[in-house]
Nanobody, 128 residues
């Protein structure tokens, strides 16, 4: 059983930056594909970014491409999401997730049902 704990959320002004962290425990972190999703009030959970086991393949939603960067440190059992040039529409609860997808590509990375474990979420609020 893998436990995921997000941290680093908060309130920031538009144009600012935040870095989310997700610490994993209870499993072999390097064996998992990792993803970040977000959910705004009244909206469906949506894919933000995903990263392969050793970080060679990364995928991003179009809405965050060139602003957000995903990375992982397998020695620290942690995946990160660096968020720059934040916009009010980035306001949401951000979740990290771990999965063992049989195939890793942009389509599979974005499917919530491909992930086996989820964190509790971290609130990110961007003020205008």
């Amino acid at each position: 059983q893998v436990q995921l704990v997000e941290s680093g959320g908060g309130l920031v002004q538009a144009g600012g930056s935040l870095r989310l962290s997700c610490l994993a425990s209870g499993g072999t972190f390097s064996s998992y594909l990792m993803g970040w999703f977000r959910q705004a009030p009244g909206k469906k959970r949506e894919f933000v970014s995903g990263i392969s086991r050793i970080g060679a393949n990364k995928y991003y939603a179009d809405s965050v491409k060139d602003r957000f960067t995903i990375s992982r440190d397998n020695a620290k059992n942690t995946v990160y999401l660096q968020m720059n040039s934040l916009k009010p529409e980035d306001t949401a609860v951000y979740y990290c997730a771990a999965g063992t997808h049989p195939i890793w590509n942009p389509e599979s990375a974005a499917r919530t049902y491909e992930y086996d474990y989820w964190g509790q979420g971290s609130q990110v609020t961007v003020s205008s």
